[in-house]
């Protein structure tokens, strides 16, 4: 008995969890986390979120698709819940209706999580009983958070809390749920990766346009901080491409504006700084320009080498004495 005793500890002891879960529950990857999926009824948005200490829990977890739904199939994760959930919402079928039928027809359902929110702003989740704990889910008015494998079971509570109680854009909306998450202790495990994905709310038939936000922290110490810095860059290089599309339309003043917004944001990325100077000079303020050009080429030569590549495309309206003088700033 002792020796059998001995055998089943080292048993355990070798395999790791995930080990143990392909021997017995097949292939599926473990993805102990918590997440979000919602809809804004402003803007017909839809997004998911999720944090978890695992590898690119984004890959497995998260999926979209404008025009129908959001999914977040998590825990022990039958990563077919996300392609054949949004197959099924796009025949007509409610995110309810979706959920329900996915459970019925999954030997493992008592292990996995899975939410859903659809098109029309439907939301449902189910939680297995056999989720290692602390698990569960709470279903808002066009949202869900869930949650398994929690240091506590106020996690996804908290989660609901921080997003009804913000009124920012989805995306940031999104990110203060994982951070209410996390600031109740999170994954018992600890923190690695995150994913934030945003849809639009119709399809235009075009992925670029239709997949607004689409972010990955796949392997940090802290995924969460490192998941909001990005919305915070992706949200100034907004304004990066809107002067683009202004600078394309010789909107000079508009680009300026796009450009100068991002640089605010971003005060020391030397290529925000460089297009607004750009714009400067092509809205005939040249010499408010001179200082910022100093600066770049000062803390990267490569930006001046670049300078008179821009006039021939149109890009930079300089006459050669012009060109001259910027050129020669910091010599």
Same mark, same amino acid.
């Given at each position: 008995?002792?020796?059998?005793?001995?055998?089943?500890?080292?048993?355990?002891?070798?395999?790791?969890?995930?080990?143990?879960?392909? *021997?017995?529950?097949?292939?599926?990857?473990?993805? @102990?986390?918590?997440?979000?999926?919602?809809? $804004? +009824?402003?803007?017909?948005?839809?997004?998911?979120?999720?944090?978890? @200490?695992?590898? =690119? &829990?984004?890959?497995?977890?998260? #999926?979209?698709?404008?025009?129908?739904?959001?999914?977040?199939?998590?825990?022990?994760?039958? +990563?077919?819940?996300?392609?054949?959930?949004?197959?099924?919402?796009?025949?007509?079928?409610?995110?309810?209706? &979706?959920?329900?039928?996915?459970?019925?027809?999954?030997?493992?359902?008592?292990?996995?999580?899975?939410? *859903?929110?659809?098109?029309?702003?439907?939301?449902?989740?189910?939680?297995?009983?056999?989720?290692? =704990?602390?698990?569960?889910?709470?279903?808002?008015?066009?949202? =869900?958070?869930?949650?398994?494998?929690?240091? =506590?079971?106020?996690? #996804?509570?908290?989660?609901?809390?921080?997003?009804?109680?913000? $009124?920012?854009?989805?995306?940031?909306?999104?990110?203060?749920?994982?951070?209410?998450?996390?600031?109740?202790?999170? $994954? *018992?495990?600890?923190?690695?990766? %995150?994913?934030?994905?945003?849809?639009?709310?119709?399809?235009?038939?075009?992925? #670029?346009?239709?997949?607004?936000?689409?972010?990955?922290?796949?392997? @940090?110490?802290?995924?969460?901080?490192?998941?909001?810095?990005?919305?915070?860059?992706?949200?100034?290089?907004?304004?990066?491409?809107?002067?683009?599309? %202004?600078?394309?339309?010789?909107?000079?003043?508009?680009?300026? @504006?796009?450009?100068?917004?991002?640089?605010?944001?971003?005060? $020391?990325?030397?290529?925000?700084?460089?297009?607004?100077?750009?714009?400067?000079?092509?809205?005939?303020?040249?010499?408010?320009?001179?200082?910022?050009?100093?600066? *770049?080429?000062?803390?990267?030569?490569? #930006?001046?080498?670049?300078? +008179?590549?821009?006039?021939?495309?149109?890009?930079?309206?300089?006459?050669?004495?012009?060109?001259?003088?910027?050129?020669?700033?910091?010599?």
């Amino acid at each position: 008995m002792k020796s059998l005793i001995i055998y089943v500890y080292l048993f355990f002891s070798f395999f790791s969890i995930q080990s143990f879960a392909q *021997i017995f529950y097949g292939s599926e990857p473990l993805a @102990h986390t918590y997440s979000i999926v919602a809809s $804004d +009824p402003q803007t017909g948005e839809m997004g998911v979120a999720v944090q978890s @200490h695992w590898f =690119s &829990v984004g890959s497995i977890v998260a #999926w979209g698709e404008a025009g129908v739904g959001v999914v977040a199939t998590q825990s022990f994760v039958n +990563p077919s819940f996300g392609p054949r959930g949004l197959e099924l919402l796009k025949k007509g079928m409610t995110a309810k209706e &979706v959920v329900e039928l996915l459970i019925s027809t999954d030997e493992g359902s008592e292990l996995r999580q899975l939410a *859903i929110v659809d098109a029309k702003g439907n939301s449902f989740a189910f939680t297995g009983s056999k989720c290692i =704990s602390e698990a569960g889910h709470y279903i808002g008015s066009g949202y =869900s958070v869930q949650a398994n494998m929690m240091l =506590s079971n106020t996690v #996804w509570d908290a989660m609901a809390k921080a997003f009804e109680n913000s $009124d920012s854009p989805l995306a940031e909306r999104l990110v203060a749920a994982l951070e209410a998450a996390q600031n109740e202790g999170g $994954d *018992i495990r600890g923190k690695q990766s %995150a994913c934030l994905l945003v849809v639009r709310g119709n399809a235009t038939g075009n992925l #670029w346009e239709d997949r607004l936000i689409d972010l990955r922290v796949e392997d @940090h110490p802290e995924p969460v901080k490192e998941i909001k810095r990005l919305l915070t860059v992706y949200r100034a290089y907004e304004h990066m491409n809107s002067g683009d599309l %202004a600078v394309e339309k010789n909107d000079i003043k508009l680009a300026m @504006h796009e450009y100068n917004s991002a640089m605010q944001m971003f005060p $020391d990325n030397l290529e925000m700084k460089f297009w607004t100077a750009v714009a400067l000079v092509n809205n005939g303020e040249i010499e408010k320009s001179l200082p910022m050009f100093n600066e *770049i080429f000062s803390s990267d030569k490569n #930006w001046k080498a670049l300078t +008179p590549r821009l006039v021939p495309s149109g890009l930079l309206n300089v006459t050669n004495e012009e060109l001259k003088k910027i050129l020669s700033v910091n010599e």
